[in-house]
Nanobody, 128 residues
Framework: QVQLVESGGGLVQAGGSLRLSCAASGRTFSMYVMGWFRQAPGKEREFVAAISWSAGSTYYADSVKGRFTISRDNAKNTVLLQMNSLKPEDTAVYYC?????????????????????WGQGTQVTVSS
């Protein structure tokens, strides 16, 4: 069983920055594929970013590319999402997700069906 706990959400003005953190349980965290998804009110959940177990591969949604950066610290069982140049349309609940199996390619990393474990989410609100 893997438990994920997100933190770092909050209210920020457009153009500002936030850093989300996801703490994961499990002795084999270094083998997990990790992803961030978000869901805005009235909208479906959407992919934001993902990172391979070795951090050798990262994937981003077009809407956040160049503004968000995903990283991981396997020694601390933590994955981070640095969000810069935030826009009001980034407002959503952000979820951390983990996949303990094999994944390859953007389609796999970007699909919510890939991930077995999900956190409770953290609210990000960007004011205009």
């Amino acid at each position: 069983q893997v438990q994920l706990v997100e933190s770092g959400g909050g209210l920020v003005q457009a153009g500002g920055s936030l850093r989300l953190s996801c703490a994961a349980s499990g002795r084999t965290f270094s083998m997990y594929v990790m992803g961030w998804f978000r869901q805005a009110p009235g909208k479906e959940r959407e992919f934001v970013a993902a990172i391979s177990w070795s951090a050798g591969s990262t994937y981003y949604a077009d809407s956040v590319k160049g503004r968000f950066t995903i990283s991981r610290d396997n020694a601390k069982n933590t994955v981070l999402l640095q969000m810069n140049s935030l826009k009001p349309e980034d407002t959503a609940v952000y979820y951390c997700a983990a996949e303990t199996g094999y994944c390859s390619g953007y389609a796999c990393y970007a699909s919510g069906y890939t991930y077995d474990y999900w956190g409770q989410g953290t609210q990000v609100t960007v004011s205009s």
